[in-house]
């Protein structure tokens, strides 16, 4: 039997970002978990809800431009340090060591596997929340996450998952099957049955 807990966000895990800006003339970085694919189409476009309260919206607003660095497991204390601080009153531009995208105003993380450039597009308003949108502009990984074919191996990133429910960070388990592979067999038993 199912307990109701109520309206109760269960979507986690969520895939953990830093969200980089320039404010003030300096690059500062947020730990953003509240992130979304918006379409697979081109170009495509990304979601990230960040409170009103912070500091880093400030930059993206004023250049409409951001950055969105996957951070590996080896990023923990990091990561998490700069969503405990705020850009307001700490200087977060030295903590790491950055490289240049296509768009100036997007601070890159040279110590993040995957890096993405974002180009801002709108912003919805939630109230307490923003949730910013970004047509992705360009994506750098790092030779040592790539597969044979180019595509990213999220087994070589090791990227952070935050859950909200335990207040903990995770990592991904094993891989369990392949997407628009796994339900083949029964999508042809189901499809034969009904001839």
């Not at 404010?23 to 697979?40: D, E, R």
């Not at 309260?53 to 431009?65: D, F, S, V």
């Not at 200087?91 to 060591?97: A, G, M, N, W």
């Amino acid at each position: 039997m199912k307990r109701n807990l109520g309206p109760v966000n269960a979507l986690y895990p969520s895939l953990t970002t830093i969200v980089g800006a320039v404010v003030n003339g300096k690059p500062n970085f947020l730990a953003v978990a509240h992130v979304g694919i918006m379409n697979h189409g081109q170009p495509q476009f990304l979601s990230f809800g960040i409170n009103k309260k912070h500091h880093t919206p400030k930059g993206i607003i004023e250049h409409g431009e951001f950055s969105v660095c996957i951070p590996g497991e080896n990023l923990v204390v990091e990561t998490d340090y700069v969503g405990l601080v705020s850009g307001k009153n700490t200087d977060k531009s030295q903590l790491f060591e950055l490289f240049q995208g296509e768009l100036a105003h997007a601070p890159l993380i040279k110590g993040c596997p995957v890096c993405m450039e974002c180009r801002l597009s709108r912003v919805v308003d939630f109230g307490t929340h923003d949730v910013f949108i970004g047509e992705l502009v360009a994506t750098h990984a790092d030779e040592g996450v790539l597969r044979a074919d180019g595509g990213i191996d999220l087994a070589r990133v090791r990227p952070l998952l935050f859950d909200m429910s335990s207040m903990k960070y995770w990592s991904l388990g094993a891989e369990v099957a392949p997407c628009w592979g796994a339900g083949k067999e029964l999508k042809q038993r189901l499809r034969a049955g009904a001839e």
